[in-house]
Structure formats: structure tokens, C-alpha cells
């Protein structure tokens, strides 16, 4: 049953015995696919658990059709959590995942992905080629993409991510996010040792930023299950809205412990990459919730992991892989195209710490919210002379 | 978080601050949901465990466009399935969720699901809504429905479904749609009493039809856990690929006792009407693969069903809901668009037996494979004189 060959648009009319025109843009086929490396600093650094950011060296991916429309995405390298760097995606994309693709049809979505996994591994590289598809299709069909996924509402409601540094300084930054765009939604990266630390941390934001304000944190793997215990509990006049990874899932029994234990949603994050994990893990009562991140999982992927979360009647959250603009427009389009991620807050507001885009247009927070970015595709054009400015792959 | 209003595609420009031009099909609306019910007789009456149907007395569901276009999809009542009628379905649509969902985007699927969702029940009316829609998002793009869910093929294996009657005449009729359209599957209706009568056809079929061929059987609840268990047994030289709810799953540890010895998948049907479903059936141990029915889920709830077997590790199947030529073609265009419905023969041959077609053009069988009807939407058209002939609800 299963085919090799990519549907092939021409042939579709000889069996039905139906006279309506083929669409020509049926006909469109996946001409060529570019990684580009690029790198643009970050104006401050920021430190977790689990690693540390201070310049986004990213990897812009273009899929060209045979009309000539060019899809885009980026992806991300976090060789800490995936094991991918930015030269090991170029390679995947160049050297592995281009040649299987190119000749397939450009909606032939489906295939595209049972051809790239046949190949293991490489989330973001594979992400970024869906995502780039997508943004293709939908400026083939002049309809955006966030309408294409299903189109729930128009906006989501943005949350923070505060990386490591002194109390008083993690709550200034949360105090001027809610005076500049509005935010009232912070993620605290936890994990340290002494675990004080975080708690003040977590304490100081809290008064900084009222009672109204969400808080919730993440730990990155980097306490033992105990240590998250003892976080969690004196973390109880605070008011967390969930949490995150406190412990490593590899520690099995401990976690299953800590989350049993838990009273508010236990995300799971790097431990669920892919659906089967998902499963896996929500069923091993690692976690109760998970992340969503279209930059490992992209949009086919990314609603395969929201339609099971919502099937097994748990929720999911967009997550941030500390997403350039271009990740953010993507991670903004599919969490509002649907309902069970448009009901939480997400993490989208790290591009404002870049030190310039790829974009033409500015991305914008108001009031707490990010409006998707209407338009055919995701939406967004890029800047062709930032884009040869910042790439790293030649003179 | 959750907005009640419809995406407002004219505000979007508002926020990103990007220039391009709005595509003027994003901002169409539904404007009018009509049902239309009509009845077509078959040539033979199709008999089974749990029912029997004589008359397609199904309803036509058109989704019309602020832009003019128009949607279609149909409705079959399944009384004994989902407790909706011809005139229930009619009702539903028209007096509950029309009123709810005219004047929203076309493209706001999501919200319609929402809002669809706030009324208990009705899942085939609120599936032959939800196919329309898909049906009306394709004819503005001029894209086929099949190529926005995904895709993966452009044809599907078929399977036929054979109704009770005499072991001679289930295997002639076998023969004859293996001569006539190369059909090599046949689902064998079973759950009577004696056992012995549906062994006795499904020996008769095997001989008729050669080892080459699949063959599996549905008892639609019929029998007890320890009939099908016997039953199982005794066909063991036939050969069966699969099982379908062979006794009730709210005989549940009779049920769970029998899949768990069961050494082909135990597919789960009418117990398993939603993605919740799935998940309750699969873990209880009820079933270890789930069937697939656009008349029950429509596009978005079967992409739901077949994402979350798919994280849960389980086969689906493409199910017939006893299709007519319409939804024949809705679960051709959803079944080819997913690598996993696609991996396994479908059950799309029943509109056969219908003496006549509310299509203009003829849908096609040949060498045991039906290929997707491509153009735009669903790329069928309704034969307005044909549909005035056999609709019931005017003089």
C-alpha cells in the first residue's frame, strides 16, 4: 500500500470521470531546499539549567517551488537537548533531507514526512522543512497558515521567560515586560543548587508583580526530584500555575513520585520530543501536561502531539526553544489555530532580545498579546540584505 | 484566553505591522447552512448484526459563502449507532447549529468545532458540517481537500463489505467484485447465532476468493465474548487479518478477556465514536486498533482519532458508515491523505448498491484501488436535477 511516488496531480483525473479544471497549483513540486547559517547576538545571554544563549545561531531553511514561491522557516540548534548543531542541520538538510524531497509534490505533506524519517533524529532540521512547506503552500494559495491549521482565534496570550540572575534583577525585568507590552505571564528558570536561590527568586517576582500575574517555573532537569519537592512546597504561597521539568525523566521512579505528589500541571518538556513519548510518558505519570514547540515538532507534528495531549485529556502549552522572530510568527500561528493550546498562555516573547531581525516588519506585543501575523503563509517577508549580512556561509 | 468571536481576518494588519496584501478570500464567512434530506433506494437491502438499511435516507449538507461558494457533504442516520434520524440530523443542523456558526470565518474551523461542540451528541450532522466546510475552504483556494489534510497518496486499496445471507451468495458475490473492479478485501458481517452459519460463510468466502485475498469480520456486537472467542478459534485456517467488535464493549471484562487472546487486531467501531473514546477503549484493553468513520468524525475529528492511535502505537482503519457516492468520497480524500489510514485496505465500496447517485460523474473502482476524486474541494459536483428529484422535504 504504501507509495513511493509522490501523488502525482496529473493522473487524478483519469479515474473519477470528473471535468473539473486541476487546480495548476496542484501541480506545484518541491524544486529545491536551502539551509542557510546565519548568527545575530543576543543583547543579554540567557542561562538555565541546562545551558546558556547568547547569540542565536540559527539556521534560516527555504523551500523553492516549481512556480517559484519560496516557503521559509528557521531552525534552532540545541545540541543539549536534541543533539543538533547548526553544522550538523545544515548537513542533514543539504546533504540528507533535500535530495529525498525535491520532485515531491508541494502538498504532499504526508510524504514528505515518511520520507525524512526514514532518517533518525534531527527534530529541528525536520521541523524546519515542514514548517518551510507550510509557509509555501499557503502563499501558493494566498491563505495564511494559521487559517490553513484551523484558524481557533487571532491572538494568544504571551508569557515571559525569565532566565537565571539576582532577584532583584529577574523582577525588575518581569516589572518592565507588564509596563512595556503588558505581559502578566512569567516563567522562572529554576534548577540551581542551593534551591533558596530560585525560591528568592520566585518570591521577588511574585511581589513585583502582584497577585494577578501568572508564575509558573521551569527547572530544566536540574534538581533531584527531592530537592523539587522541597522547591514546590515552599514555593506554595507564590501560587505556580504549573511547572516544569523540575527533575530528570530519566530518573523514572523519583519522578513518577514528584508528580504524583503534584498539585498543579507537571509540564513535560525535552522529555517528550515526539508523540510515542508522549504517550510514554504520560502514561508512566512523568508528567501531567506537555509543551508544544514548533521548533522540534513543526506543524504536522506539533498537531499530531496537541490532538493526542487532547485525546488523552491533558493540557499542552506552547513552549519557547528561545524562538528568533522567525520561530516566534510559527510558534504564534499554530497555538492560535488551536483551541487546546490558545487556552494557556505561551511563551513567545524571547525575539525581544535579539539584537536585530531577518524580518522586514517588527513583531508587536500590546496589552499581554501577540496578534498572528496575517498574510499568505506565516505571513512575514525577509530581509534579503540583513539576510546576507548575518549569514555565516560566505565571504 | 477563549474569544467567543470569530478570527477577524481585516483586523490583522492592524498588529504586525506588515504590508502585504490581504488575501480577499480569508475573509469569507459562512453565510447559510442548509440541510437537505433525500432518499435513494438500494438494490439489495444491506443486513448486519445490529441493523439493516434499505433506503439511503441521508441528508445533504451545503455550507454557502459569503463569497458564494458552496460546500457539500452528507449526513447518514445510524439510529442504532449514534441515536440520530434523518429528521433529528435535519433539526440539529438547521435549528441548533446554523444559528450558531453563520458569521463566522470559513477559515475558523477551530471555532466552529467549539461552538458545534457545545451541544451534546449528533456526531454525524456535526461531521457533514465540518466536511463541508473543508469541502468550501477547497473550492476558494482551488485546492483539493485531500492535498490540505496531507496528501500521502493518490489512491486507497479498497474493501467490500458483505452483509448476512447464504454462504453460496455472500461468496458469489465476493467472485463478482473481485471480476468486476479487482477487489482482493472483503469485511464479512458476522455475530449470529449459531456461530456455526458465519463460519460456514466465511469458509465459503476464503474458498470462492483464494488465500491471496484479506479477509476480516465485523459482528457489530453480536455475539458473547465466549461466542467470538469460539468463533475465532474455529476460523483460524480462513485466515482472518482482522477483527471488528466481535461482542459489546460494555461487557467489559468479557470484552478485555477476549481481545487480550486475541492474536490479530481487535478493532474497536461504534465504541469508539470520539478521540476521548479511543483513548478510554485502548487503555481498558477493549480493542488494539480503532476504526476510522468520516460520517462520524468528519476531517478534523478523524485527523484528531488518527493522530492519537497513531501516538497510542494502534492501527486505524478507514471504516464505511454504509457511505453513499458523497461521503465515499470524503473518506477516499481523508483515508489516501494520512500514511496511516493509508497503510490498510479502506471500506469504500458500499455505495455500489445504491441504484442511483446524487453525482454528476461516476466515482471508479479499478484493480481493486480507487484513486482520489481531485480538483477543487472534494472535486465532486451535485446533479441539481437529481437532488430536486430525490430530496423529501418539497412537494
Request: charged letters at 20%.
Amino acid at each position: 500500500m504504501t507509495t513511493t511516488e509522490a501523488p502525482e496531480a496529473t493522473l487524478a483525473n483519469l479515474a473519477g470521470g470528473y471535468g473539473p479544471t486541476l487546480a495548476m497549483h496542484e501541480s506545484a513540486k518541491i524544486a529545491s531546499v536551502h539551509a542557510i547559517p546565519y548568527a545575530i547576538p543576543y543583547r543579554k545571554p540567557l542561562n538555565f539549567a541546562s545551558g546558556s544563549i547568547s547569540v542565536a545561531d540559527n539556521v534560516v531553511v527555504q523551500v523553492r517551488t516549481s512556480d517559484g514561491v519560496v516557503g521559509t522557516a528557521e531552525a534552532l540548534p540545541r545540541p543539549y537537548t536534541y543533539g543538533e548543531t547548526q553544522s550538523s542541520i545544515v548537513a542533514a538538510i543539504e546533504d540528507v533531507f533535500a535530495p529525498s524531497i525535491v520532485g515531491l509534490g508541494l502538498f504532499a505533506r504526508e510524504q514528505v514526512r515518511a520520507r525524512v524519517d526514514r532518517t533518525v533524529g534531527n527534530p529541528s532540521a525536520k521541523a524546519a522543512i515542514d514548517m518551510a512547506i507550510w509557509d509555501a503552500i499557503g502563499r501558493t494559495l494566498d491563505v495564511s497558515v494559521h487559517k490553513l491549521l484551523g484558524g481557533y482565534t487571532d491572538s494568544l496570550t504571551v508569557s515571559h521567560m525569565l532566565g537565571f540572575a539576582a532577584p532583584a534583577q529577574v523582577a525588575a525585568e518581569a516589572v518592565q515586560l507588564y509596563e512595556r507590552y503588558g505581559i502578566q505571564s512569567f516563567k522562572i528558570k529554576v534548577g540551581r543548587r542551593p534551591i533558596q536561590d530560585d525560591i528568592a527568586v520566585c518570591r521577588a517576582v511574585r511581589e513585583a508583580v502582584g497577585s494577578q500575574a501568572e508564575i509558573y517555573i521551569d527547572g530544566n532537569r536540574g534538581w533531584s526530584a527531592a530537592e523539587a519537592s522541597q522547591a514546590i512546597s515552599r514555593l506554595g504561597d507564590v501560587g505556580l500555575a504549573r511547572v516544569e521539568e523540575l527533575c530528570p525523566a530519566d530518573d523514572v521512579l523519583s519522578r513518577r513520585w514528584l508528580v504524583q505528589q503534584c498539585s498543579v500541571p507537571f509540564v513535560a518538556d525535552e522529555s517528550v520530543p515526539t508523540p510515542a513519548d508522549v504517550t510514554r510518558e504520560i502514561l508512566s505519570g512523568a508528567a501531567t501536561a506537555v509543551n508544544i514547540k514548533v521548533a522540534r515538532t513543526g506543524f504536522s507534528d506539533s498537531l499530531r502531539v496537541a490532538n493526542l495531549a487532547e485525546g488523552l485529556g491533558i493540557p499542552s502549552n506552547i513552549g519557547n526553544q528561545i524562538d528568533g522572530h522567525i520561530t516566534t510568527a510559527c510558534s504564534l500561528a499554530f497555538g492560535a489555530s488551536q483551541r487546546v493550546t490558545a487556552r494557556h498562555s505561551a511563551e513567545l516573547s524571547n525575539y525581544l532580545d535579539l539584537e536585530d531581525s531577518l524580518l522586514t516588519g517588527p513583531l508587536s506585543i500590546e496589552g499581554g498579546e501577540m496578534r498572528v501575523v496575517d498574510g499568505s503563509g506565516l505571513g512575514f517577508e525577509i530581509d534579503e540584505s540583513k539576510l546576507e549580512h548575518y549569514r555565516i556561509d560566505n565571504a
